[in-house]
Structure formats: C-alpha cells, structure tokens
C-alpha cells in the first residue's frame, strides 16, 4: 500500500519571488544529515517549484548557502536562517543543526510565502524530545487507531521506504530520540536484544541516525531470566549484574546510534525489582551501570501504582501512586536515569491535574510524558486537538520554591540545572494511508514535536502551519479548519466528563460512555457519584492527594471555594445543587455541556462541509466519515450520561430537553 506525506506533501506553489532561492545551493559542510537535508531541498524544490536544484561552488545572488558555525552561539541542535541580496544562509550549530535548518527553510517557504529579509534563531527549549511507539512485534498497535506497525509484522522487523518517510516526518518536527517497541515488551520482543533482531534493528538505527534521530529500544526487566536462563533479576544479586552488562556490551556492539532503554517496570503485570524488596534506583541504576560506557541512558517510567484495588476501599488513590512510590527516592538514581513522568497523576484523561512529581525531584533527571494516541480522548474518530491542553500543562506554575517554577521551566533543565530532560509522546501513528487514520488528528503529531522544540508557539501558530502544509494555503479552508481544530478539545470534554471526572469509558477498549464502567473496578474508582454527590475527596480529609503539591497548589486544591472548577470533581465530592460560578448547579452543568457538546459537533460538521473542493475530495470524505462518527458518539454520550444522572438524582433540566 502506497502512503500519503503528511504535512510533507509539498503542493506546488507559484511564487515567483521565493522560487529564485531553490535554484542552486553552496555547501560548506559535509555527513549523512547533510546529505539528508540536500534531499530534502530537491524534493521540495520539484514538488513546489518543478526545479533542479543546482549544486554550485560559488554563490552570489539568488540561492541557498549551507554551512556549519560549530563555535557560534548555537545549541548543537540549534540553527539560524538568514535572507540578505537573495542569498539564504542556513547555519547549523552541528549537521543536525543544519538538517532542522533546512526543514524549518521549507517549512517557512510554505507557510509563510515570504523569505525576504528572514532572520531566525532557534534552538531547542528541550534537550530530549521522544516518541514511544507502542508497537507490538506480531505487527500490532495497542491503543493504535491508525493501523497495524509499520516496524513490525509476524515476528518480522520491517524495513522500507516507509520507513524513511517517517524518519523525515519526525526530523522535520525535531523528534530527536525514538523508541521504537511497546513498553509491555511481550513474547518475541523479549528478543529484539538478541542475536535474532540485530542485523535489522542495526538498519533501523542507521536510517534514524541520516536525520537526528537516535533509537531506544523498550527493555523487559525480566530478561536475565526470560533470555538469559538465570533464576532471579535481583538488581543486587551479582550474577544479574554480570549479565546485564554483557548483555548491554554485545546490543551496543551490534546496534550503532542506540541511545539506550526504556523500562516499565512493577506496573500492570510488567516484571520490576519490588519483587526482590528493592526500590527503582537500584532497579534503573543496575541498567544504567551497564549503559554508561556506551554513552547509555536509561528511561524508567513512574507509571507505577496498585492495579489490584478494593473499591471499597476509600483511601487508596491511584492519582497519589507515582508521587508515593518514588519522591523518598530523589537523588538516588544515577545521572544517566532519566524519571518518564505522564503529565497527569491517573492516565491521559482530557482534563486532570498536573502530576505533582514532576518538578518534585530536583536531583533526578525527568522528562514528562504526554499521549498523542487519542485512547481516552476520542481514539482518533473523534477531532480532539490536544496542543491546547499540552499549552495549559506547560504554563502550568508549580511555586517549587524556584524562580523559574513552570512545567516548561522543568523539563527544560532550567529550573534545577538538568540536562537529560525534556518530553516524551505516545504517539498516534500506523500503517493507514494517510499515517494517523483521522486526518485531524495528524495536528496533534506535528504539534507535539514542533511545541517539544519550542514551548513558547502557540496551538494556533501551530495548527495554522500544520494546516498550511496538509491542505493548502486558501484562507478560508485555513479559517474554518484552524475553529475545527481549537474548539474540538472543550468539545470533547463537554460530551464526555464533567468538571475533572474523567473515565466513564467502557472498560478494555476505552471508547464510548459507560459511567459505571470502572467504577466497582480493581483498576480503582472514578466519580463515586451518589444521588445526593459526585465526586472524589482527595483533600486532607480524604485520601490526601491534594497535600502532594508544593504549598500555594497544596491550598488551592484544599478548599472547594478556591478549586479551580474544571477540577472540582477531581479534589471533591460535591452536592449536585452546588452553584458553579456561572450560576449553573452541577447537575444543570452536567446536562447543559453534555447538550453543548452534541451541537459543537454538528457546528464542525458545517464546517467542514463548506470546504468541499478545497481539499482533495479523498480526504474530505475521509474527514466526514469520522465527523459523522463523532456525531453518533457525542450523542450517546449525551444522552447515557444525562440519563445516569437524571436517574440517580431526578432533578428535572431547567430546559425541559428529551433525557430518558
């Protein structure tokens, strides 16, 4: 099956004052992401311009100069483009440098239509900038909605075009580490360390290294035993010390560019060293120790947290898990450990409040996951921008007693000084025609890597230019996509889960309203809603979640009269005759947004048909087909959800609207 490009597509463009530039270029550099970057311009220039690009060894007017300046004010991944008599000069602080020059050349080409005079500098607000596939080696994804792997098939790695073209698509959003297998690393992937897989991982690694990108592999904790034959992983037990360092020589002789492992361990069945009475530093620093010499470093997720709870049991609390199991441990993990912390203390709802571990650790390295795969947030049927929420995370202000106190400031490395930092995606990819199944939810893929790089675009600028580039440059095609895409989060939470809730999914798969669905769960309860409450006290009379943030937040979350009310629900049972600021009661807020939500949904319906014809007819009806979609789920949210708690409370709607 043939594969679109995504925001590379490259539409034809008639200016004649920016084609001049594409016509010859000077290089004074050399290596393969050099190489890649040249590529890259002569397929822009043909598909834009239907040009050669001349390669030349003297510039004056009228082209593009390419050249490294190692000693400048440059990050190694930094770069400037600068316009002067009609010459372009991408400098880079390294060829990786140069490399997302030259993609951000492009990307202004397209987008802005206007060279004259550029002068950009930017370097990278993240040192470290991931995507975790969670590709499984049979050749499935889980929670992947856009396909099967298109790294993986029947046990076999794949290796094709394809997989160049995703290596572009990630370069020119400056993705610069992969990890490329799903953390539950089950069955035959348990070998992808082996003998069996290093030829074509090696391949793999040699096409990401030609554009920036260095590959990690996911790690099963287990391996000594399940690979190795021993009878124990004690991290502190000699004989599993000996052979993870083995092992980790014989991987890195046989795999170049492999920046190291990802861990999930002690979570959801997966194998970690609890079992032997140890705690995560001495789990990761055993790893660590053995990649170090390589240049190694170890990623070890703090999704931890007991998965076999009593719902009778109103203390424990999920939300509390990461922070409990590992701020007693800050400081003792060694410096090529790096903490992966989700963005929010339960698991990628559509509004949850920041995870207090992150920024709570000063002497450990951390990097803050976020998921691009839509699994409780529409699993990419339904339109859900995400780089909106992720804006809000980012400018989030956590008072750690530190100037420099936001989330952005954090796993920058600006706060406490760190280096190995940065963001992490679960991304949203397969092997579908067009890489993401919706063709919307591409914007949450580019926004990501382009937000990673520099926290300070916002989701319009973002989308603006993602629209551009997939679509095209007509302005009213840009106007009604861009109110698409910045509307369909709030929607998205309006039909689905009020005032910080979150769940009410139906169980496994996660798509579609089941209030109750995990609510008398061992997975831990959600609403608690009563006919009198909704809600759940994680203040310092209740399980105490609350108490986990640093002071000012500390209070904040406290007191319902100084909750933020988008979160109310989260930190506090509450009376559905409670009165919100907007002068709504809860169960008029429940009933209202739920009713909003259906006709937001119909309003980006309108929308988007008024562009037929301005997109290829292909992906217009792609695009309808999950709208309608997303209609029929928006309203069975609507209606399950207004009628659980119609039923649970018989408050009549101010309204007088159908609930059943």
């Keep these: 099956m043939k594969w679109e490009q995504a925001w590379l597509e490259y539409k034809k463009l008639d200016n004649q004052e920016i084609k001049k530039y594409f016509s010859k270029v000077l290089v004074k550099a050399e290596g393969e992401c050099i190489v890649a970057a040249l590529d890259e311009l002569d397929r822009m220039a043909k598909k834009c311009f239907d040009q050669e690009v001349e390669r030349v060894e003297k510039i004056s007017d009228n082209g593009i100069v390419i050249a490294l300046d190692e000693e400048a004010d440059l990050d190694q991944e930094g770069y400037t483009l600068k316009e002067k008599n009609g010459l372009i000069t991408v400098t880079g602080g390294s060829q990786k440098g140069v490399l997302y020059g030259v993609f951000a050349l492009i990307r202004n080409t397209i987008v802005k239509q206007d060279l004259n005079n550029i002068n950009i500098y930017s370097v990278p607000s993240n040192p470290l900038r991931f995507i975790n596939h969670w590709d499984n080696i ?77 590959l990690f592999l996911s790690l099963n904790y287990a391996a000594p035993m399940n690979i190795g034959g021993l009878d124990t992983t004690d991290p502190l037990d000699e004989a599993v010390i000996d052979w993870w360092n083995k092992k980790i020589q014989e991987v890195y002789a046989n795999v170049p560019n492999l920046g190291g492992f990802l861990v999930k361990a002690d979570s959801e069945g997966q194998p970690g060293p609890f079992a032997y009475g140890r705690d995560h530093a001495q789990g990761a620093n055993v790893l660590a120790r053995a990649v170090k010499p390589h240049g190694g470093i170890i990623v070890w997720r703090c999704f931890v947290y007991n998965c076999q709870q009593d719902w009778r049991d109103l203390k424990t609390d999920r939300a509390r898990a990461a922070y409990d199991n590992f701020i007693d441990i800050d400081g003792k993990f060694d410096d090529n450990v790096i903490l992966q912390v989700k963005n929010g203390p339960m698991d990628f709802q559509i509004r949850e409040p920041i995870s207090p571990l992150i920024g709570a650790m000063p002497k450990t390295n951390q990097i803050m996951e976020v998921q691009i795969a839509q699994e409780y947030t529409g699993q990419q049927i339904d339109i859900c921008y995400l780089i909106p929420m992720f804006k809000d995370i980012l400018s989030f202000h956590t008072h750690c007693a530190k100037k420099d106190d936001k989330i952005s400031d954090i796993i920058s490395g600006k706060t406490y000084d760190h280096i190995l930092c940065g963001m992490a995606a679960v991304t949203n990819t397969g092997n579908d025609e067009n890489w993401t199944g919706h063709d919307f939810a591409a914007a949450n893929l580019y926004g990501y890597g382009r937000l990673a790089w520099n926290t300070n675009l916002t989701a319009e600028e973002i989308g603006t230019e993602w629209i551009v580039q997939t679509f095209g440059q007509d302005e009213s095609l840009i106007e009604a996509s861009l109110k698409i895409l910045m509307m369909s989060r709030l929607t998205y939470e309006k039909y689905t889960s009020p005032l910080g809730i979150g769940w009410m999914v139906n169980p496994h798969h996660h798509y579609g309203p089941n209030v109750d669905g995990y609510e008398y769960d061992r997975w831990g309860t959600y609403h608690r809603a009563t006919h009198k409450t909704i809600g759940i006290d994680r203040s310092s009379t209740g399980t105490g979640y609350a108490t986990q943030y640093f002071k000012d937040n500390a209070e904040k979350y406290e007191h319902i009269e100084t909750c933020p009310e988008e979160l109310l629900l989260f930190f506090h049972a509450v009376a559905y005759d409670y009165e919100l600021s907007s002068g709504k009661t809860i169960i008029q807020h429940i009933y209202d947004t739920h009713f909003e939500g259906v006709k937001d949904v119909e309003s980006m319906i309108i929308l988007w048909k008024t562009l037929k014809g301005k997109v290829s007819d292909k992906k217009h009806e792609r695009v309808i087909k999950r709208l309608n979609m997303q209609l029929e789920n928006a309203t069975e949210w609507r209606d399950i959800v207004n009628s659980y708690f119609y039923r649970k409370t018989m408050v009549e709607d101010e309204s007088g609207r159908i609930i059943y």
């Design 138 to 214: 049979d050749g499935s994804i889980e929670r992947g909605y856009s396909g099967n792997s298109f790294f993986f098939e029947n046990a076999q790695v794949i290796i094709n075009e394809r997989t160049v073209d995703y290596a572009r698509l990630m370069a020119s959003i400056g993705i610069n580490s992969v990890v490329i297998n799903n953390v539950n690393v089950l069955g035959q992937a348990k070998e992808l360390i082996t003998e069996r897989y290093y030829e074509k991982i090696s391949e793999i690694a040699l096409i990401f290294r030609q554009y920036g990108i260095r």
